[in-house]
């Protein structure tokens, strides 16, 4: 069974920083790719961020500059620096990671719970 838990969100003011972080756990052969994901009250969640398991990284515009996504594959973690934050930034931010269990298993994407993250005056 695998786990994703992120941790990191808070309350910050405009223009500040947070770091988050995703951590998985379980029984784990290998992950793939891996995702930040984030949604807004009465939005759709939306993708935020991608890296693959070479590291290559992609980004939704409204970040681009902003937001750097990372992995540590040693420790089974990923996180999203997130700076000059906006009050538009305001989300639950979702870690989700593509995971098999054993080299015979398929990939299967896996969530984590969600964390808040505040921005506002």
């Known amino acids: 069974q695998v786990q994703v838990v992120e941790s990191g969100g808070g309350l910050v003011q405009p223009g500040g920083s947070l770091r988050l972080s995703c951590a998985a756990s379980?029984?784990?052969?290998?992950?793939?790719?891996m995702r930040w994901y984030r949604q807004a009250p009465g939005k759709e969640r939306e993708l935020v961020a991608f890296?693959?398991?070479?590291?290559?990284?992609t980004y939704v515009d409204s970040v681009k500059g902003r937001f750097t996504i990372s992995r540590d594959n040693t420790k089974k973690s990923m996180y999203l620096q997130m700076n000059s934050l906006k009050p538009e930034d305001t989300a639950v931010y979702y870690c989700?990671?593509?995971?098999?269990?054993?080299?015979?298993?398929?990939?299967?994407?896996?969530w984590g719970q969600g964390t808040q993250v505040t921005v506002s005056s």
């Open positions: 989700n990671a593509d995971v098999r269990s054993t080299i015979r298993d398929r990939f299967v994407a896996s």
């Open positions: 379980g029984v784990i052969f290998s992950i793939n790719d």
């Open positions: 890296i693959t398991a070479a590291g290559k990284t």
